[in-house]
Each structure stands twice: as C-alpha cells, then as structure tokens.
C-alpha cells in the first residue's frame, strides 16, 4: 500500500481538473464539430464538408461530365484517403444519393451502375457502380482553379481542400438539404434553379425587396418527385418569412375510365422521401384489414415511370372521396417540414428567411466575382510583364543573339543590358501599358527568364505583331477588371449577367429543368364522411312547407298521397338515389349540400332541414333539387338581380353551405332555375314581362349579379330560361298549356321595364 505520508510523485502527463469542466468542455467540442462539420450545410454553396469533398475529389480524378466513368469505389477510396476521415461506407451512401433523381433536384454525380431506387431499395456495392460529375456539379465547381474561395489543409496536412466552392446558383434551395445535429436540425426542401435564379435577380434590383415579393417568383418548393402542394399561400409565405414551416403534399392521379361504367385510379407521382414498395405495402395492409371497405384492390404496374393502380370496390365510389380516405390513412399525403437552420459564412447556425439564404448566396458571389478579377488581374500583370520583355527582345534581337551566343551568364547578362531607346528599332511610349523612365529598359529576372526560354521559331516578325495584339487586347481587359472591381453597381450586373447564363443553361430546356410541382388547393375532400358511400338505391325525397325532410324506399307514384304533420303539406317531391347529392337553395343566398343516403327514412315524418344542415330560421328554402355536374343555374333575388353559377361551384362541404348569391336588406333569394335553351323571360310583380337573351347574364361563382329587369313599384316575380324559337309556354288557370312563339312584342335588352303579360298568363305571375 502507498504511504499517504509520502504521494508518489505526479505524472506529467496527467491532468486533474473537475469532471463536469472535463465533460462540459469536450462535449462542446464534439458538438460544434458536428454542427460545422456534418450535419449543417454552408448557406454558399449548400453543401456539407462530406459532398464538397466528394466534388472536389472527383475534380481531382478529371471526372468531367462529358469524360468517362470511374468506380465508385476509387472516388470513394480518394476521398476518404485524401480528405475525409470517415468510413468509406458513409462517404459512398452520401455520394449515391446525390446519383438519385428521385432524392435529388438536381443530381450532382451522374451514376452508371445501380444507384437505388424509388422503391427504397439500396444501390449496388461500390466495386459494382460508376460515376462522374454532372453539368450541374461542374457549375457548383466553375472558378476554383481562379483563387476564387479560399482553401485549407486537409487533415493530415499533405493537401488542400476548398472551404466553400465557388457555386454560380444558390444551390441549398436549389437541391435542398437534411440533417440533424446537436440540439439542432435542418431539412430544406428543394427548388426550381429557374426560379431562384429569378429571385436573386430581383434582390439585386431591389436589395431591399420583403420575402413576400419573392414569393412572386418562387412560388414554393420544387420536389424531384413532382406532386401537387396544398398548402394555403398564406402559409408558405409564413414559413418563408420565419424559416420554420410545412407543406402538405400530395400524390398527382388521375381517373382512367375502363368503359361500360368501370373505372380506376392511377397514381403518377408520389409524395417527396416516400418509399413506393413501403406505401404500396401500407395501401395493401388497409384492404387486408378492411379499413377503407370501398377500396378493391392496389396493383404497382410501374416501369421507368409510376404507375399505381387503385381499384374502387363499386363504380358508384365517388373517386376524390375515395382518395380523401387514402389521404387520412398513407403516405399519399405527406406533410414536410421547413426548418432553414444553415450555416452562415460557415461558422454560425442561424434560422434563416427565404431572403437571408438568398442574401447569402448573393454576397458569396460577389466575393467570388472580386477575388477571380483580382486573380485575373495578376495573371495579366504577369503576362503584361513578360509580353514587355519579349517586345524589347524583338526591337533589339541582334543584341540579345549576341549575348546569349557568347555571354557565360546570360540572364545576368540580359538583366544588366541597359537597353537605350535609341536602337535601330527603339520602342515608343505607346509600346508599354506602363512604360520605364527614360533610359532605363532594363529586364526583369522574369522577362529575362521568359526570353532565354523562348523557342527559336517565335523569332519571325508575325511573332513580334501577335505580341503587339496580344498586349493590346489584355491592356483592355486590365482596364475593364480595374473598373469592374472600382464599381460595385458593375459587379452586380456581371452577377446578373451570369444568374441569366445559368438560368438559361438549367432551365425549362435542360433534361428534367422545368417545373415538376404543381399547386392546389386542398378543399374539403377529407370531410366527406365513409356513410356517404353506400350501394346506389331509388328513394323518393319528399319535403314538406315547413321543411321537414324524408326519403321513402323506392320510386313511388308521385301523386300518391303523403302525411304530413297538421297544417304542413308537400312542397317538393322528387324521385333520386342514395348515391345522390341534393342541393338546397336558400333565400339568404347560400347554398346547402345535402347526400341523399343521410336523409331519415320514411316511415315517420321526417326531420327539420333546418336541423341537417345551419340553415337560419329567418330563411327560408327557395329550391331543392338533385346534384346535376356540369349544369348551370340562373339564380336571382327579390330586387331584380341575378347571373348565371357552374352548379358545380355551389356544392358545400360543410354544414354552414356556401354564400353565392350576395343580397342588401331586404332583398331575398327567390329564384333557383336550371338553365335550358338561349332565352330569358322575367316577369314582375307588376304583370309586366322582358324577354332578352341568355347571353346577357354573366357566368359568376358568387356575387350580387346583373339587373334582369327595371322597376318603379314592387319587384321580381318569377324567371325561366327557354328556346326562343320554341316559344315561352305556361299553364293557364284552366290547366292547358299556352305556347306564345312570337315574343317580339315583349323582347328588349336586359334591365329594362318590359311590357304587360299576354292575355291568359297566370295570376300569381309564375311560369309554372
């Protein structure tokens, strides 16, 4: 055992200090190596260290994207060798998925071989693929041999790595990004370069332009699967303008019609990350345990491209309410979250804004614009320098043959020349961008380099006025690069100039540019309820006065006497079935929806209306009638006003019904009419009648409408639509029908007062 009298002596190699300072200071470390260096990527360029190695390695390999193919083990093998220290099953997985077209906007690495697929199948085993660059990587890596960015050492210290690439478009919105760090994450969808490009044009023109005016140029998120976004404008302009978010997207699918009635559902595009076989096999589990009764049966005819086929269990199956139930219970609808947490200048995590990011972008390329001018700038001072050289060489070409002949040092020789102006063939001032004082032509160690390693053939005189041009043409481009790089507002055109170039390259016009999301809006097809979809039955809808609502089994005799509760009696009577849907009309201008299958049934008296759906007690029902899709309706108030509705657009999904015709205190909704044959007839409470064409009423989805007819006294008493050379027919007060076929006397334009009803038109002023 130790003596405590006598510690033995301390090891310099240990440290002693508090285990929570040891633990604190070492997790931190860990954790801003993973925020920095794997999981966020770097707002410049959009990518992480492990994808801008691999772009940089495969530059390295000269893996053009008009070049051959390597094996993806070699790239893979380079970059974990050279410059990423991880294991080569990491860098290989991060380097096919930027192969995928299905998981990638715009594929950076163009794969020969089995690089996975929609299915969610893993890709071959490195020996077995290759790959190069594609032009849109190349694009990501244009400029960097130009000291456009700035480079560091590897991790073992024998190369240099780019810290950031040059990339000429804002390629994190472009392809997207995922991730998730310490007490961090990120996931951006991606977008259409296009688009963006768009975007960054107008902040240039506008630096202080809001996120929502650059919503008028990227709409939303551009997903490589396509798929329609339902999410509400109001919405994405929020996750826009916070950097934190969702979309609601959808599958695209289309009814395909089997004849005699038969029908199915094919699925062309599925949501974003959504494995196909996964969803297929869910889609499958919901017919096995009879979740959703009214779907058959799912078949995957998919080749290049998707193809699912749903199959309904009854042609009668309404297919948006069919698909509304997948939505609720797959992967069909997807929600994706926004979360724009990305590195700015590389080293600060930060939630970002739509126009944060851009700004970003946009500061980075004009950094990289300076820097390439800066670097060509050199290049041609350089070749300015030796271009001098040369011309003093050829004005004095006896002398320097001489002194390279017999000269023991000749460099030393040429730089102690002093070459005076007055040779036989002296050079003038406007020989030199900056000429030497006078008399004092000496050469330089690189101009005197540049001529002892000149070959003999450029010794012609065609040589000497290629100098001259050459010295010329790169005095003007001094000029323009130290002008461009004095003038701030020339440095964001030269931007412009190349967002242009790059919108036009991976535009609609490069493979798989244009725009593949689409948009929409969601509606309510969730809310249709399951009841609703039941075998198709004949009823008979009845409805009494006071709005109590039945429906009787079958199709009775419509003049067969009914019950009714003391003092009520018919008013509509109709043949339908459980499959349809009956639209009530009300006199405070809204529209009510009501599925035949959810009315009582009719042994009783029925139900109130007004209890089926939020009808107001002080008013009243105008019409009921049957669903008709692709029908119109002219509808019209008491005060003489009324238009033409798409009786598709009147349907409500929900319970409060939809408001299209609007009114003023007190005009009330009195007129519901399916519109047939090219005519009106309107007839007032004042017996005078007005007849004028159809196509004088607007076709509107909600308002008041146009005046049908003018009045000093009273209103609108009753409309009807008919084929004006047919003739306007009625019923007199002795039950026969009376056809009028010349209705000149009673035709004018709309909104005037119209002349007295024939003789023998009914009293109550009514059509029918």
């Not at 006397?745 to 009803?757: D, N, S, V």
Request: glycine letters at 8%.
């Amino acid at each position: 055992m130790s003596d405590p009298a006598n510690p033995p002596a301390a090891n310099p190699s240990e440290v002693f200090e508090p285990l929570r300072r040891a633990i604190g200071e070492r997790y931190l470390t860990y954790a801003l190596s993973t925020i920095m260096h794997r999981a966020l990527p770097d707002a410049r360029d959009g990518l992480k260290p492990v994808h801008r190695r691999i772009l940089f390695a495969m530059r390295e390999l000269r893996l053009a994207s008009n070049g051959g193919f390597r094996k993806s083990a070699k790239i893979s093998g380079d970059v974990m060798g050279n410059y990423h220290p991880h294991g080569d099953a990491a860098i290989y997985d991060a380097m096919a998925r930027l192969a995928q077209d299905f998981n990638v906007r715009y594929p950076l690495v163009d794969g020969q071989g089995n690089f996975g697929n929609i299915d969610g199948d893993n890709p071959a085993a490195a020996r077995y693929t290759e790959a190069r660059m594609t032009p849109v990587a190349e694009a990501l890596l244009e400029g960097l041999n130009e000291d456009a960015v700035d480079f560091r050492d590897n991790y073992d210290g024998t190369l240099t790595e780019p810290v950031v690439l040059p990339a000429s478009f804002p390629n994190l919105l472009a392809n997207g990004a995922s991730g998730i760090a310490v007490g961090m994450a990120t996931n951006i969808p991606p977008h259409n370069i296009a688009e963006l490009c768009d975007a960054c044009l107008h902040l240039i023109r506008a630096p202080d332009a809001r996120d929502d005016t650059l919503l008028n140029y990227i709409p939303g998120p551009d997903f490589p699967t396509g798929g329609v976004i339902v999410e509400p404008p109001e919405n994405i302009a929020s996750a826009y303008r916070t950097g934190r978010g969702s979309f609601r997207l959808r599958c695209s699918w289309h009814v395909e019609d089997l004849g005699r009635g038969q029908w199915q559902i094919v699925v062309t595009e599925i949501p974003y990350q959504v494995p196909k076989s996964r969803l297929i096999e869910k889609i499958a589990d919901l017919i096995q345990t009879k979740k959703i009764p009214i779907l058959s049966d799912i078949r995957d005819e998919s080749a290049d491209d998707i193809r699912m086929v749903i199959e309904p269990r009854s042609k009668n199956v309404d297919p948006e309410v069919l698909m509304g139930m997948l939505y609720r219970s797959c992967d069909l609808e997807v929600r994706f979250s926004l979360n724009m947490n990305v590195l700015i200048d590389g080293l600060t995590p930060q939630v970002c804004s739509l126009r944060q990011v851009l700004r970003a972008f946009l500061d980075h390329r004009r950094e990289v614009l300076q820097r390439r001018a800066r670097h060509r700038l050199e290049k041609i001072d350089h070749r300015l320098e030796v271009l001098r050289g040369f011309i003093i060489a050829f004005l004095n070409l006896d002398r320097v043959i001489d002194i390279i002949r017999y000269d023991d040092d000749p460099k030393a020789a040429l730089m102690r020349e002093n070459w005076e102006r007055d040779h036989p063939r002296a050079m003038t001032e406007a020989d030199y961008v900056a000429p030497p004082p006078a008399g004092d032509l000496s050469l330089s160690e690189v101009q005197a380099d540049a001529i002892l390693n000149m070959r003999l053939r450029s010794l012609r005189r065609l040589e000497e006025l290629e100098l001259l041009r050459e010295q010329t043409a790169l005095t003007a481009e001094r000029e323009d690069l130290q002008n461009l790089l004095a003038h701030p507002n020339l440095q964001w055109d030269r931007i412009s100039q190349q967002l242009r170039e790059t919108r036009k390259t991976f535009g609609k016009d490069y493979p798989g540019g244009a725009r593949r999301t689409r948009f929409a809006e969601a509606g309510s097809i969730e809310e249709v309820p399951l009841e609703a979809m039941i075998d198709r039955e004949p009823v008979t809808v009845v409805c009494s006065q006071m709005g109590w609502i039945r429906a009787m089994t079958g199709h009775i005799d419509l003049g067969r006497a009914l019950k009714f509760k003391d003092g009520d009696g018919p008013r509509f009577v109709f043949h339908a079935e459980t499959t349809d849907r009956l639209l009530v009309f009300a006199s405070n201008g809204r529209f009510y929806t009501i599925p035949a299958a959810n009315l009582p049934g009719g042994r009783g008296m029925g139900e109130p209306l007004r209890l089926m759906v939020d009808l107001p007690n002080e008013a009243g029902i105008v019409a009921l009638f049957i669903h008709r899709p692709g029908a119109r309706l002219l509808v019209a108030s008491s005060a003489g006003d009324g238009f033409l509705v798409p009786e598709d657009d009147v349907i409500a999904q929900t319970r409060t019904g939809r408001q299209v015709l609007n009114l003023r205190d007190p005009a009330r909704a009195t007129i519901c009419h399916r519109v047939t044959g090219d005519a009106v007839a309107v007839v007032g409470e004042n017996r005078k009648m007005l007849v004028f064409g159809l196509d004088e009423l607007p076709e509107m989805g909600r308002g008041k409408g146009v005046r049908l007819q003018r009045y000093k006294d009273g209103g609108l008493s009753d409309v009807t639509t008919f084929t004006l050379a047919s003739g306007l027919s009625w019923l007199d007060p002795a039950g026969r029908t009376r056809t009028v076929t010349d209705l000149s006397e009673w035709q004018a334009k709309r909104a005037t007062a119209g002349r007295m009803a024939p003789r023998g038109f009914p009293r109550d002023n009514r059509f029918s």
